[in-house]
């Protein structure tokens, strides 16, 4: 099994500014990452697939990058519908499907 | 994209199977390039993928739980069902039903229930 871990669990950032969120495998996904955005109370929602191709919809604030074990979220200039938990997950090696343990964005 | 939508028990005693039904609307089950999927999650705590189901009938379970998992579906109806059996406590989560796309160069999960939380207790 394939474990996903994200880095930090918490972090905390001001509005307007930058979040860089890390992901990291336990062996090579080659660029089979996805990233998803959960808020409280609610399911999570696709953001990224392809380590680095945005969802329909999802606005160009959001980016990812990296390939084989190391991968990174940014959101550009955090806005106030950014706060929320978000959680990386590997397809290239399942099953299982295997999801990291999450990274929170909390207002500074 | 689909919606789904999850119905069934809020509450399991202990060493019953947990049933859960995902209603699919917008689309056919039949129509492939979808994995039917669950995902758990516990009480604050991260995403557990169960298993999927394709349309053919094909089945994939997470080895952790696979000797207790069983995932069918129902054409007729346009759902797809979870059953957990011999179930405790540590199976208490908010159980989600999500599309998992197959196409190549598109693989996510793109839709999900809205989750539905189920207590095992007696």
């Known amino acids: 099994e394939i474990v996903m871990t994200q880095s930090p669990a918490t972090l905390s950032v001001s509005p307007g500014e930058r979040a860089t969120l890390s992901c990291r495998a336990s062996?090579?996904?080659?660029?089979?990452l996805a990233w998803y955005q959960q808020k409280p109370g609610q399911a999570p929602r696709l953001l990224i697939y392809?380590?680095?191709t945005r969802a329909t919809g999802i606005p160009a604030r959001f980016s990812g990058s990296g390939s084989g074990t190391e991968f990174t979220l940014t959101i550009s200039s955090l806005q106030s519908e950014d706060f929320a938990v978000y959680y990386c997950q590997q397809y290239n090696n399942w099953p299982p499907l295997t999801f990291g343990g999450g990274t929170k964005v909390e207002i500074k | 994209q689909v919606q789904l939508q999850e119905s069934g028990p809020g509450l399991v005693k202990p060493s019953q199977t947990l049933s859960l039904t995902c209603t699919v609307s917008?689309?056919?089950?039949?129509?492939?390039?979808?994995?039917w999927s669950w995902i758990r999650q516990h009480p604050g705590k991260g995403l557990e993928w169960i298993g999927y189901?394709?349309?053919?009938?094909?089945?994939s379970y997470n080895p952790s739980l696979k000797r207790r998992v069983t995932i069918s579906l129902d054409t007729s109806k346009n759902h797809f069902s979870l059953k957990l059996s011999s179930v405790t406590a540590a199976d208490t989560a908010v159980y989600f039903c999500?599309?998992?796309?197959?196409?190549?160069?598109?693989?996510?999960?793109?839709?999900w229930g809205q989750g539905t939380m189920v207590t095992v207790s007696s």
């Open positions: 189901i394709y349309y053919s009938g094909s089945t």
């Open positions: 062996q090579s996904v080659s660029s089979k």
């Open positions: 917008g689309g056919s089950i039949s129509s492939g390039g979808y994995y």
């Open positions: 999500a599309s998992w796309s197959i196409l190549i160069g598109y693989e996510a999960f793109d839709s």
């Open positions: 392809g380590a680095s």
